[in-house]
């Protein structure tokens, strides 16, 4: 176990999520299933005096130090929040390791992460634990699977907060039952590009799932990138859950791939255009804010997908998604960027993300229809 200390440059960029690798992730970026537990006899994070806090943190470490070298936790990195500058907190809520609750709560946090960065667990933020696994595609039920493993050695050690006829108890009741939210983060450019998004977040909504922006609550679909998670934890079981959202993706992901094939047919040259102008502006633009550069980031992920692109991976894409963020990018630069600074490296980086993608794959840097 390796604790990670303020001025950490957190120069790990790349999770597992990120690899573009993964069953249907043509559409579905990434899984996440996540547990929130608390533990009996405390009080929930939000009235934790300051000592009990950390005592809680260091107690989770303790837990952790002694599983060196287990194949399944691997090496576990630990950022003691409260020891880390705002700037390194951003970082790690861009890269989707903590909420951005988390980010900004005074009180005593922890982040402990595998070296992949596939599974994570936040100490203290709205729970005592909230144990998560991230992974590339549709692979809800792997994800569940390496969150359970880390849940199981922390009930080992931990007297978690258990009822038994209402399950997990939680800080808020909407996640009382099991404590598990699972959530899959798709990409649907063509369904919003041919106004359809509006009809397939109503049906989803009904059917007792939520949709939310590219950080979870709070935030909005930015890249025509949306999370789509379990609204009930009560009165289901964890492999119910799991079932349903994954049944849920499939649909969502036929309706996509049946909305690119339709612009395919009756709007091709109006979609090779599109797909064009985004690669020319990603490749060669000086300056590039953070809404335009998603906008075009998915655009041109589109022409990848449907083969209308070469020379850029979907790694590089989904490693873009992050870098190009304010808090990466001033990281990476060593400095406090102003919004300018910060839309003229961002611009640069892309460029030059764009050139090594290329040389990497060996594909000339074009885009053919």
């Known amino acids: 176990m390796i604790r990670m200390p303020s001025g950490d440059r957190l120069k790990n960029v790349l999770s597992k999520w990120m690899e573009g690798t993964g069953p249907d992730s043509d559409v579905v970026?990434?899984?996440?299933?996540?547990?929130?537990?608390?533990?009996?006899?405390?009080?929930?994070?939000?009235?934790?005096?300051?000592?009990?806090?950390?005592?809680?943190?260091?107690?989770?470490?303790?837990?952790?130090?002694?599983?060196?070298?287990?194949?399944?936790?691997?090496?576990?990195?630990?950022?003691?929040?409260?020891?880390?500058?705002?700037?390194?907190?951003?970082?790690?809520?861009?890269?989707?390791?903590?909420?951005?609750?988390?980010?900004?709560?005074?009180?005593?946090?922890?982040?402990?992460?595998?070296?992949?960065?596939?599974?994570?667990?936040?100490?203290?933020?709205?729970?005592?634990?909230?144990?998560?696994?991230?992974?590339?595609g549709l692979q809800l039920e792997e994800a569940y699977r390496l969150a359970g493993v880390f849940d199981d050695l922390l009930e080992d050690r931990l007297d978690y907060a258990y009822d038994q006829r209402y399950g997990y108890l939680t800080a808020c009741p909407t996640n009382v039952g099991t404590g598990l939210r699972a959530s899959v983060m798709v990409h649907l450019p063509a369904l919003v590009i041919s106004n359809q998004i509006g009809r397939v977040i109503a049906a989803i909504s009904k059917l007792g799932l939520v949709v939310r922006g590219l950080y979870g609550e709070g935030t909005e679909a930015q890249g025509n990138i949306f999370q789509v998670s379990n609204q009930i934890t009560l009165g289901r079981s964890e492999e119910e859950i799991i079932a349903n959202l994954k049944a849920l993706s499939k649909q969502i992901i036929e309706q996509e791939r049946q909305a690119r094939e339709q612009m395919q047919r009756e709007m091709k040259e109006q979609l090779v255009d599109r797909v064009c102008r985004a690669y020319g502006l990603l490749a060669n633009a000086r300056i590039m804010s953070t809404q335009e550069a998603m906008q075009h980031l998915s655009d041109v992920r589109l022409g990848v997908d449907l083969k209308l692109v070469s020379g850029v991976t979907p790694r590089v894409l989904n490693e873009l998604l992050v870098l190009t963020r304010p808090a990466h990018l001033q990281q990476l630069s060593g400095q406090e960027l102003g919004p300018f600074e910060r839309d003229v490296r961002r611009a640069t980086l892309i460029r030059e993300m764009f050139r090594s993608g290329n040389r990497q794959t060996g594909s000339r840097e074009e885009v053919s229809p």
């Open 29 to 136: 970026l990434s899984s996440r299933v996540r547990l929130a537990r608390n533990v009996q006899g405390l009080v929930f994070p939000h009235l934790m005096p300051p000592e009990q806090a950390r005592a809680l943190v260091d107690r989770v470490e303790a837990i952790f130090s002694v599983r060196k070298g287990d194949p399944e936790t691997g090496e576990i990195r630990v950022y003691r929040l409260w020891e880390l500058p705002a700037l390194e907190r951003l970082v790690l809520v861009e890269k989707h390791l903590i909420s951005p609750q988390h980010a900004r709560e005074r009180r005593p946090g922890a982040l402990l992460v595998r070296a992949d960065e596939a599974v994570s667990v936040m100490v203290n933020e709205e729970d005592h634990l909230r144990i998560q696994c991230l992974v590339p």
